[in-house]
């Protein structure tokens, strides 16, 4: 090893450190409790080694349930997102005046408390003794019966849910593809132009091939971010999900470790390396479905 090779790692040295104790540490020790049966954590103790913990993980109701709630949720949300901030995203490029204004108020959600959003959008959808909520209002007047979209059906809590969580990830994906879409050269544009090419080829032709790597970018982000969703369902139907039948594998893992059924880190660690092994497949997928179809 040079001199100046070792002067690189002696820089990254600390990112190596840091890397090694708040994030290797911990990963092997979460897979160490996954197969420790009947492990307590304030004795330290464990009463045998197995792929127990899995096993029950794997056969609890309310997994299954937060493994369905998160899938429905990244599966409408993450191409719904993406859709509509490309949409948006090609809109506020097409303005000249008042750009920036627009996009600073596509981008307020953004920064906004997500507890705080998640409240406005409980009193929107909530069905009270004193009233039936905006949205159901707005329903009436279209001689739509009312609906309890937080206490009610499932299909109308995961409507509350998806829409939410839409709403909060939208204003990043307008400010990544807004970003991306700018970067273009306009010179393909005016040779296009110049051979009378039609906007919609221009868009499937020189747009979309040049933003790709952008799009292909957000959606790998968000199906992590899909899920990894935990505070979008406390922030509509409060801390207790499994009643609500709304938890998420995060808020089940969370639930294992801190919740009403807590104190039980085996399962916790199980559960979160069930998440990590499906997240981790669902990216190696995209990255195979891509190659060749993402532009450099």
């Given amino acids: 090893m040079n001199r100046q090779n070792g002067k690189a790692w002696l820089y990254l040295l600390p990112a190596i450190a840091f890397l090694g104790v708040f994030m290797v540490y911990p990963l092997v020790d979460v897979v160490v409790y996954s197969f420790e049966e009947g492990y307590n954590f304030a004795s330290q103790t464990f009463f ?125 994906k307008i400010l990544i593809l807004t970003s991306a879409l ?42 992590i971010g899909a899920f990894k969703a935990y505070s979008d369902a406390v922030a509509i139907f409060g801390t207790n999900l499994n009643a609500a039948g709304m938890n998420t594998i995060v808020g089940y893992v969370y639930d294992m470790l801190y919740g009403n059924s807590g104190g039980y880190p085996s399962y916790a660690s199980a559960a979160a390396l069930i998440l990590f092994s499906i997240v981790l497949t669902i990216t190696v997928i995209n990255l195979m479905i891509s190659k060749g179809r993402v532009s450099a």
Avoid at 73 to 90: D, E, H, M, Y
Avoid at 184 to 208: C, H, K, P, Q
Wanted: with cysteine.
């Fill in 182 to 223: 700018a970067s273009v050269n306009e010179d393909y544009y005016n040779a296009a132009r110049i051979d009378g090419t039609s906007r919609s080829r221009m868009f499937w032709r020189i747009t979309l091939p040049m933003i790709s790597p952008m799009i292909f970018y957000l959606v790998i982000t968000g199906f």
């Fill in 48 to 172: 045998g080694t197995g792929t127990y913990n899995y096993s029950y993980v794997l056969h609890d109701p309310y997994f299954m349930q937060a493994l369905k709630n998160t899938f429905i949720l990244v599966i409408i949300t993450v191409p719904v997102s993406t859709g509509f901030a490309l949409l948006i995203s090609l809109a506020l490029s097409s303005i000249k005046k008042l750009k920036e204004l627009f996009s600073t108020i596509y981008f307020l959600p953004y920064v906004t408390n997500t507890l705080a959003v998640g409240l406005v959008f409980m009193i929107l959808f909530k069905k009270t003794a004193y009233s039936d909520g905006l949205v159901n209002l707005l329903l009436g007047a279209f001689g739509v019966s009312p609906v309890d979209f937080i206490e009610g059906p499932y299909w109308a809590k995961m409507f509350v849910l998806c829409f939410y969580t839409v709403w909060i990830v939208l204003p990043f």
